[in-house]
């Protein structure tokens, strides 16, 4: 059910969608992973949430990389006084956060 793969303990779409957020630049194909994500979380079924948890490093780790990312890029760009541009990054970093809270309170990882 749900395209996992029990003999190989694996779910494709989940672990796709997972090295997108951790190694794609690309921020819209960041975001689509990221909600792909949120959506197989969002399931009830509790072999989905035992893989999920079984695997969550292979996320956190991701989102990790897409956070430290997004600082270092605000911090760049607060050395050099781009308004615009702290601003754009800020706004990056508040929807991660609100991001990761929907995470939290899915209570999955």
């Not at 957020?21 to 990221?34: E, H, I, Q, W, Y």
Request: hydrophobic share 45%.
């Amino acid at each position: 059910q749900f395209f996992i793969d029990n003999t190989a303990s694996r779910f494709p779409l989940h672990d796709c969608a997972a090295r997108i957020v951790g190694f794609v630049k690309d921020s819209m194909a960041r975001t689509a992973a990221l909600t792909t994500l949120l959506n197989i979380y969002k399931i009830n079924d509790k072999h989905l949430h035992k893989f999920v948890h079984t695997h969550a490093d292979t996320f956190l780790a991701g989102f990790n990389g897409v956070l430290e990312t997004e600082f270092r890029a605000l911090y760049a760009e607060i050395k050099i006084k781009r308004k615009n541009a702290v601003t754009s990054c800020a706004a990056q970093l508040h929807d991660l956060f609100y991001y990761a809270q929907d995470i939290l309170l899915l209570d999955v990882l």
